[in-house]
């Protein structure tokens, strides 16, 4: 069977197995709070609550703005906490790593936009200053490599802004986008922090990841729903979404050699791999077990030969595909984005042998050489033998049904063995399974 994996959130196992990591965004959208796995797109009820903007702490529980209030939502109790008041009217927020929460509101003077923040800890709020005249927050705001920026434009420009925290004014445009939403949210992916906004492709709202150096976006979550703001502590830590695929073998039923033969398995190349994953072929005595436990071979390529000091013939072992991080025939398996395919069955068949256990010592010229073998194999077993009497070339197949038996070699009538040693070469043997030349 494939092994089960396992679903990871906020990095509590709530099943041990090879696993695949569950990333989460928190949305602002119709119907009130709701979590974005960016992983699998599955969008989540969090809470039936009204904001103007979402964020998360680092106890994972997201904070919104109500007016001029901002509050805590618990998970667990379902209660909302009041952490502060902002003065002036503020749609977005953010929760920087150090944990404090910063907006942007509309300025006294209804001309543009002021960046505040907010002390969760002791409620102090406090405007940090006005952005540039006209400049607006059409959107969210997040932190990337310690920078904070902002979804917003004015009536000419507009994309993704950089606010100095402590010169607002000198805000300016880093990308220039039309189509970007008003959700945008940051944290770190697989160890590396990424940027996740909301944009249009002309007929829905879905949710990109924003490069940060060139600016372009691509797709992670399609068709969600309209999303009004975007949240995510800044320094959340979530192992990357695991794409890891192991695909699948032609057939799973047993594929038989022989001994002294390789099997090789038609794996159909449909694996997915997350970057920096590879695909191995592992050879295993129990399909049950755990792996690494059990492993004999592992392989970059689906081939693997019989090794008689670990192995046995006549004995079902197998094989299965893994998809991992690592390098082909190097897995990592302190990973917890491993996938396995269904595992294949192989058996490598007894090669069939032959002993002569005794000889006429001598032989009357007209009479018939017995010679006693002992078999080993699958019966029957056939051997192929050539003897030289006279001017004839003799040969022959001798078909054995059991472990002991004798083959009498006759001359040809007219015929007499010649007097001394005669050479009997033994040519092939085979049995139902094996050939050994």
Known sequence: MKKVRSLILFGVILFSCFSKVQAQLYLEAVGGIKELNICTCDVTEIAPIGSAGIGASQNKNPVYLDGEQVFSYDLITGNSTLLGNIVGGANNLVVAENGLIYFVGVNAAGTGSFLGVLNPVSGVFTNLGDLPIDLFS????????????????TSFVGGVYQIPIANPAATFLVFDNPNLGIGAASFYVGGV?????????????????????????????????????????????????????????????????????????????????????????????????????????????????????????NTVYFVAAVAAPGTAGSPDWSSNCIDLSFFAKVKWNTLPTFEVVSFPSALCSNGCAEISLLFSGNFPINLSWSMDIGTENLTGVFSAYMPNEVLSICPPAGQNFPVGSFDLQFLSISDVNCACP
Do not use: R
């Not at 099997?263 to 997350?274: A, K, M, R, V, Y």
């Open 138 to 153: 059409g959107g969210d705001l997040f932190f990337y490599n310690g920078l904070l920026y902002m979804l917003g434009g």
């Open 193 to 313: 922090q990424k940027v996740f906004v909301s944009a249009s492709n002309g007929n829905t709202e879905d949710v990109y990841e924003l490069d940060m150096i060139t600016g372009a976006l691509t797709l992670v979550c399609p068709t969600i729903q309209s999303i009004f703001d975007m949240g995510a502590w800044s320094g959340l830590q979530f192992n990357a979404c695991c794409a890891n695929d192991a695909g699948h073998f032609q057939t799973l039923s047993l594929i038989e050699a022989c001994a002294d033969e390789s099997i090789t398995l038609n794996h159909l190349g449909d694996e997915i791999l997350n970057p920096n994953a590879a695909l191995s072929f592992v050879l295993v005595t129990d399909s049950t077990a755990t792996l690494p436990t059990g492993i004999l071979q592992i392989s970059a390529t689906p081939t693997f030969t019989f090794n008689a000091s670990t192995m046995a013939v």
